[in-house]
């Protein structure tokens, strides 16, 4: 104690159960603030999932469906997690097979970077299901999409390449 009241810093304890109690001189204020920066920066990292809800109806137009599927696309690729609820009214519950087509014309339709993390359940007059974002699908997607943007540079490089004349040619014969 006397040691760190010389050098002006503090005495902690780092660990009481042992045997014998280890201590160690610091400044006890920087090492808390420290302890708070780290603590704050991964708060800042960690992610929030966030659940968006999309409903639908047994009996959708063409052009109703792709809005709202195109809206589920945005959802997971933004990395959320979305609830696609199937509303049924009046007899409309008596045919669950039509609200299962539609989630499955979805799940179709998002393959390529969602999964089904709740498969569809009739709860009283909805059905549900939840989608949520596989980065690794996504990421293979991507890579998949990057290289075949190469390819198509390429190709229109040597096609670039090929239309141009020789200058010799360009020349006027004397």
């Known amino acids: 104690m006397t040691l760190a009241r010389d050098l002006d810093l503090d005495l902690v304890e780092v660990a009481e159960d042992a ?3 280890v ?9 808390k603030y420290e302890n708070e920066q780290r603590a704050k920066e991964a708060r800042k990292k960690a992610s929030n999932v ?4 999309m409903k639908y109806r047994p009996k959708i137009s063409s052009g109703d469906f792709e809005t709202k599927t195109r809206k589920v696309e945005k959802f997971l690729g933004n990395g959320n997690k979305v609830k696609i609820t199937i ?3 009046g007899r409309e519950v008596t045919h ?11 799940v179709a339709r998002v393959d ?4 089904v993390e709740a498969y569809p359940r009739l ?3 909805n059905m549900t299901m939840v989608l949520g974002p596989d980065t690794k699908k996504k990421k293979k997607l991507q890579q998949q999409q990057r290289q075949q943007a190469k390819k198509a540079e390429a190709e229109s490089a040597a096609a670039a390449e090929a239309e141009q004349v ?4 360009t020349t006027p014969a004397e």
Do not use: W
């Open 23 to 31: 201590c160690k001189i610091m400044d006890y204020g920087k090492h």
């Open 87 to 89: 509303m049924f009214r």
């Open 50 to 53: 966030v659940v968006k809800e």
């Open 123 to 125: 709860d009283g007059r």
């Open 96 to 106: 669950p097979e039509l609200g299962r087509k539609i989630l499955d014309d979805i």
């Open 112 to 115: 390529d970077y969602a999964q």
């Open 166 to 169: 020789p200058e010799s040619e």
């Open 19 to 21: 045997r014998p109690p």
